[in-house]
């Protein structure tokens, strides 16, 4: 395909070369659409189709598709939310706390403040240490200070990073941070907000919670956090603080056990009201709830903005794909993670 078309971006017209992907198009007369990955993967430059001549790339999802794989064809529109331009800045860790079960607060002093929107992630690497995407948010009494980057994090026995934390993750340690980045970002709206997560997904719901209580407190808020192992229900003083704020709708679930009421046992889908078009939903945490969720809201006719929280490589190994499938918990260590390993080989597909 070659030839011109005209790309209308947040209404300024610029002319591009068809075959471009949008964010090359729109790089091509000077704006720069949002971005992270590039690899589809992350989300970050979905953006509204809104008229012409895209072909989307199986990215299509209610009139948007992701701008770094989509390809402009003829004469197109598109539009994204405003939001703030990522930018790098330095910093250390001020403190490492331990909420519970598998969960740690890491509270960083930033040099520059951040401007992040509720539900936006970061890029953080402690001095060291590999970069990781972490949602930043609040303390669980909703506090935080502008210079500061409150995020939970999940401790993995096997993680390169969360393992480290409160060992070589200590006050002191110096921090790059990058971004904001993502696209389930709290907007302007009507309607009910249905807020789900499960884990550390609940860091940037909680984000999205208060700042929709405090800004739009006219729309109703329905949320669940839930998490497989009942420990890590350590969002149980931020439920409070949505309880005196005016959430009346608000559910903790533990998938693994029984929780200690008023948790219940199931998992975050048991608890999801009947969605209509009127309701915007925001699901955050484990890929497979978020698909779920996504799916439903679908099917409902909702507005769903998502936030999975893929491993850093990507997509999870394949072994530890069948590994969770069955409930293993450390294949690594076991002998059945063997047997995965050459399940994995005879697949032809790579080795965790
Ligand atoms: C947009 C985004 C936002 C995120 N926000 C947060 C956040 O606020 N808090 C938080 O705790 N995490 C968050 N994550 C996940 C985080 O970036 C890391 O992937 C996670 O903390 C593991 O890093 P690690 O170095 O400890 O483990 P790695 O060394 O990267 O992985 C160790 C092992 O754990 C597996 N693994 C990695 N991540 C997961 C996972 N999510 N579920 C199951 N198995 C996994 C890997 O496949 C590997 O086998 C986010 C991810 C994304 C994409
Ligand atoms: S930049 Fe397009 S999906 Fe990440």
Redesign the pocket.
């Known amino acids: 395909m070659s030839g011109r078309a005209r790309l209308t971006v947040n209404g300024k017209t610029i002319s591009a070369t068809r075959g471009e992907t949008l964010i090359e198009a729109g790089l091509s007369g000077g704006i720069v659409i949002p971005q992270d990955c590039c690899t589809g993967q ?1 989300g970050t430059c979905r953006v509204d189709m809104l008229s012409g001549g895209i072909d989307p790339a199986g990215t299509e999802e209610d009139g948007t598709c992701l701008a770094c794989q989509a390809r402009l064809e003829g004469d197109a529109e598109i539009r994204f939310d405003p939001q703030p331009i990522a930018m790098k800045t330095g910093g250390l860790v001020a403190e490492v706390n331990e909420l519970g079960g598998e969960i740690v607060e890491i509270v960083i002093e930033v040099t520059k403040p951040v401007p992040y929107l509720p539900g936006q ?1 970061v890029k953080v690497a402690f001095g060291g240490f ?1 970069e ?4 930043p ?1 609040l303390r669980l009494d909703g506090v935080r200070e502008i210079n500061q980057l409150i ?4 401790r ?1 026995d ?6 480290a934390l409160g060992r070589g993750i200590v006050p002191g340690k110096k921090v790059k941070v990058r971004g904001p980045f ?1 696209n389930a970002f709290l907007r302007q709206g009507e309607g009910r907000l249905v807020l789900v997560s499960t ?2 997904g609940f ?2 719901i909680w984000s999205i919670a208060v700042a929709a209580r405090l800004g739009q407190p006219h729309r109703p808020v329905h949320i669940i956090a839930s998490a497989r192992d009942p420990r890590n229900l350590y969002m149980r003083p931020a439920i409070d603080w949505l309880a005196k704020h005016g959430v009346a709708n608000a559910v903790l679930a533990a998938s693994g056990a029984n929780p200690l009421p008023p948790a219940r046992h199931g998992r975050a889908i048991a608890f999801l009201p009947p969605l209509g078009r009127e309701d915007t939903v925001y699901a955050c945490g ?1 890929p497979e709830m978020v698909d779920e969720i996504k799916r439903i809201a679908r099917e409902a006719g909702a507005k769903c903005h998502a ?7 990507g997509e ?2 394949v072994t ?1 794909r069948i590994a ?1 499938f069955f409930g293993l918990g450390k294949p690594k260590t076991s002998p059945v993670h063997a047997q995965l390993e050459s399940l994995a080989e005879t697949l032809g597909r790579p080795k ?1």
């Open positions: 992350c992630y590999p990781r995407d972490y949602s948010t995020l939970h994090i999940r993995l096997d993680g390169v990073v969360s393992s993502g884990g550390t860091a940037p484990a936030d999975p929280f893929l491993p850093s490589g999870l190994p530890k969770r965790s």
